[in-house]
């Protein structure tokens, strides 16, 4: 019998080289954690795309008035109710008109306050919200045509420094006269951003009245350019386009603009969109081309807007 303590030959020699390890592993590292190799001249893997830029939207504006805003020099003023609820009015005043008539000559603010509406009144004064300019345009509202600084300046700026206007809050707009007209092209130039629109004693079809001054001086004599007053800037003739619940009014007794106008637009709406859009029209009685008239379509409209969000 061996004794526990003895080892045979093979056994023997894998000890003394196991032992033989330890040693010089102790002598090469000096005793010592082994150092980590250098990373002075390693390379870091870089990525091909720069990380995109994180965004914080700016908050909520505080409720109240907040005016004398601008956007590349073009006044806004903005009114926040204390029961804001993600819904808001762009609010496009008639032909010269200063941005605080509709709140000095209505009760628009009562009706935002009462749906929690944001009100959202930019200084549009002349501009017919053309799309271009041209050679023969004379009457310039701006350096940038009305029509494409509310959808390439305006718009996005209010987004960008408000939070309003965002695609999948309640979007709405409201106009008088030039402004009516406004509404629609907006629309059609901002397809699926507003939910709704009123247009009142707008004008639709700038051909029906061919010497028209203030269209002449945009575009040119209708008849030499007949095309830029049938075009791009002609709402009747891209009804087919149409997306946005629609509340048109219009007084038979105005002398401004004739109240075919929108009648002739509700018929196209109808005829290219059917009952495909939401589209009312109130052709009033006695009513004229005024704030009388103007503010009496307030509790309709908000009734519209409030039918449409709800989906009635």
Known sequence: MKHPTSFNRGSDKILWLAGFCLLIIPLSS???????????????????TSPAPITIPEPM???????????????????????????SLLVLPGWNYERSSWVDNAPLVDYADKYGYALILPEMLVTLYESAYYPETTLKWQPVPGGKFIKERLIPEIQKQHNLLLPG???????????????????LENPGLFAAGASLSGDFSQENTP?????TAVYGAFSEF???????????????????PLYLAHGIDDEI???????LFYYALRRSRGDDIVVEYHAVPGAAHDYEFWGGQLPSVFEFFEKVQKGL
């Open 226 to 244: 007949p095309q830029r007053w049938r075009g791009r800037d002609n709402p009747q003739a891209r009804a087919a386009e149409w997306m946005m």
């Open 61 to 87: 504006p505080e409720p109240g008035w907040h005016r004398n805003l601008s956007v590349d020099g073009v006044p806004y003023d903005l009114y926040i109710p204390a029961n804001y609820r993600s819904a």
């Open 257 to 263: 603009v004739p109240e075919s106008q929108s009648r």
């Open 30 to 48: 000096g005793c010592s954690h082994p150092t980590p190799p250098s990373t002075a001249n390693a390379q870091t893997p870089t990525s091909t």
């Open 169 to 187: 809050q309640y979007n709405t707009l409201l106009g008088l006269s030039t402004g009516g007209r406004g509404v629609a092209l907006i629309a």
């Open 211 to 215: 010497d028209d001054r203030l269209m």
